[in-house]
């Protein structure tokens, strides 16, 4: 199985989005910040509290969310080269083979930790911090199909 991909820069940001919100601890960071905001808000509401816990609660809250949706998608794909190469990926019973103009690489299944599927890409992990985008444009639903039981049966789910 063969896919030829180039990246658009809005859905990579977006898929960048998902892989921080699908860290558990930005999710519990994400959870608290949220509680502590609806609280200072409920107990403010009441006139139990002055207002600066709930300025406080809100700002924390704002810079979180700006932090996770806008600098830190930005900044990776600005450092990251990937996203302007196109390539050609080769998914086969033994090995996953991705080449560009500038040469290949060749991953065995043993080295991908765990995969997960975005509205546009399927996240392909390493680790918890290494992942590479495959993008589902241009991806024929038959292909699509056939790749998501290939990446069930060759990713091990942990």
Do not use: C
Not at 58 to 77: R, V
Not at 110 to 121: A, Y
Request: charge should be positive; charged fraction near 25%; avoid cysteine.
């Amino acid at each position: 199985m063969q896919h030829s991909f180039s990246y658009n820069k809005k859905k990579v940001i977006q898929a960048l989005r998902y892989h921080f919100v699908q860290k558990p601890e930005i999710r519990i960071l994400m959870i608290l910040v949220n509680v502590f905001a609806i609280v200072a808000a409920v107990l403010f509401y009441t006139k139990k509290i002055r207002p600066e816990p709930f300025l406080l609660g809100s700002l924390i809250w704002l810079g979180m969310m700006a932090t996770f949706w806008y600098f830190l998608p930005n900044s990776i794909y600005k450092k990251a080269s990937t996203f302007r190469d196109a390539f050609i990926i080769t998914f086969d019973e033994s090995e996953v083979r991705l080449e560009n103009e500038r040469g290949f690489v060749e991953w065995q299944w043993e080295k991908f930790s765990r995969f997960f599927e975005s509205p546009h890409f399927f996240h392909l992990y390493f680790d918890s911090k290494s992942f590479f985008l495959v993008p589902k444009d241009d991806m024929p639903d038959s292909f699509r199909h056939e790749l998501r039981g290939m990446l069930n049966r060759k990713i091990s789910k942990k």
